[in-house]
């Protein structure tokens, strides 16, 4: 954790997103990830989009720290806040996706990919009404490169890509929350970049989501995120920022996101 004296001071000298943003470059990832989760929790309302982000996007491993560090940070289970705090199948979802059990091989059973697709299309377009599960135990179970496979399949199979399967079927988080799942398996840096795009698109930012994809990625992959940002809207990343923040607070995303290229 980083020093809770110096970041009681820096929050006594600093404000705002500036002070957001500062706060949590102090902090490793894990420790970073687990108080942004507890603070989409805590409170009135709970802000989806960032348990979302996290937990779509990252590997078995960061969400084993994750819950690890929750439990010793806030004394509490990041499972059992999840639970208090949502319902559903959103709720089933997410709660999969935190005991990362997701399959990390390369291996590829050509039957079985057809099958998912298969009956992920039974599940969904070919009925009335949505069998969520089966959508549930295909895309936080499987592998990528089985995934991958799936996604070929299923659109043999319906004639339309998953994800619009997904936004005709599902509404709300649960919606959300597979499309995250399904952006994040085919291009991981492509679902930050459209985060990144729609929080600052149109009127007004989203600084939250902002924020905290600069804060978490910046050290990760934010060249390869800055290149997929260019590659999908014509603009970089850089600009989009410079245009839609400003101050200290325009500086140091600035710093984060690097330079014009």
Same mark, same amino acid.
């Given at each position: 954790?980083?020093?809770?004296?110096?970041?009681?001071?820096?929050?006594?000298?600093?404000?705002?997103?500036?002070?957001?943003?500062?706060?949590?470059?102090?902090?490793?990832?894990?420790?970073?990830?687990?108080?942004?989760?507890?603070?989409?929790?805590?409170?009135?309302?709970?802000?989806?989009?960032?348990?979302?982000?996290?937990?779509?996007?990252?590997?078995?491993?960061?969400?084993?720290?994750?819950?690890?560090?929750?439990?010793? *940070?806030?004394?509490?289970?990041?499972?059992?806040?999840?639970?208090?705090?949502?319902?559903?199948?959103?709720?089933?979802?997410?709660?999969?996706?935190?005991?990362?059990?997701?399959?990390?091989?390369?291996?590829?059973?050509?039957?079985?990919?057809?099958?998912?697709?298969?009956?992920?299309?039974?599940?969904?377009?070919?009925?009335?009404?949505?069998?969520?599960?089966?959508?549930?135990?295909?895309?936080?179970?499987?592998?990528?490169?089985?995934?991958?496979?799936?996604?070929?399949?299923?659109?043999?199979?319906?004639?339309?890509?998953?994800?619009?399967?997904?936004?005709?079927?599902?509404?709300?988080?649960?919606?959300?929350?597979?499309?995250?799942?399904?952006?994040?398996?085919?291009?991981?840096? *492509?679902?930050?970049?459209?985060?990144?795009?729609?929080?600052?698109?149109?009127?007004?930012?989203?600084?939250?989501?902002?924020?905290?994809?600069?804060?978490?990625?910046?050290?990760?992959?934010?060249?390869?995120?800055?290149?997929?940002?260019?590659?999908?809207?014509?603009?970089?990343?850089?600009?989009?920022?410079?245009?839609?923040?400003?101050?200290?607070?325009?500086?140091?995303?600035?710093?984060?996101?690097?330079?014009?290229?």
């Amino acid at each position: 954790m980083a020093d809770l004296n110096l970041l009681d001071d820096l929050k006594s000298e600093l404000s705002g997103n500036f002070e957001k943003v500062v706060v949590g470059l102090l902090m490793t990832a894990p420790v970073y990830d687990a108080y942004e989760l507890r603070n989409a929790i805590k409170g009135a309302g709970t802000e989806e989009a960032c348990l979302i982000d996290i937990l779509a996007s990252r590997t078995n491993a960061e969400i084993k720290t994750i819950n690890e560090v929750y439990r010793k *940070e806030y004394d509490r289970s990041l499972e059992e806040d999840i639970c208090g705090d949502t319902s559903g199948y959103f709720q089933r979802v997410l709660v999969s996706l935190l005991t990362a059990g997701r399959d990390e091989s390369d291996s590829v059973n050509e039957a079985l990919a057809m099958q998912d697709a298969k009956e992920i299309y039974e599940a969904g377009e070919a009925r009335w009404g949505t069998d969520e599960v089966k959508f549930l135990t295909v895309l936080c179970v499987r592998n990528r490169k089985h995934l991958l496979r799936v996604f070929d399949d299923y659109k043999k199979v319906s004639g339309r890509d998953i994800e619009d399967s997904i936004k005709r079927e599902m509404s709300g988080s649960l919606e959300e929350v597979f499309l995250a799942i399904v952006k994040c398996i085919r291009n991981k840096t *492509e679902f930050f970049a459209e985060r990144l795009y729609k929080s600052m698109k149109g009127l007004g930012t989203t600084d939250s989501i902002l924020i905290r994809i600069m804060v978490s990625r910046a050290e990760i992959d934010m060249q390869d995120i800055k290149a997929a940002f260019l590659k999908l809207y014509g603009k970089t990343l850089h600009s989009f920022i410079k245009g839609d923040t400003s101050g200290d607070y325009r500086k140091i995303l600035l710093e984060l996101c690097g330079g014009e290229k």
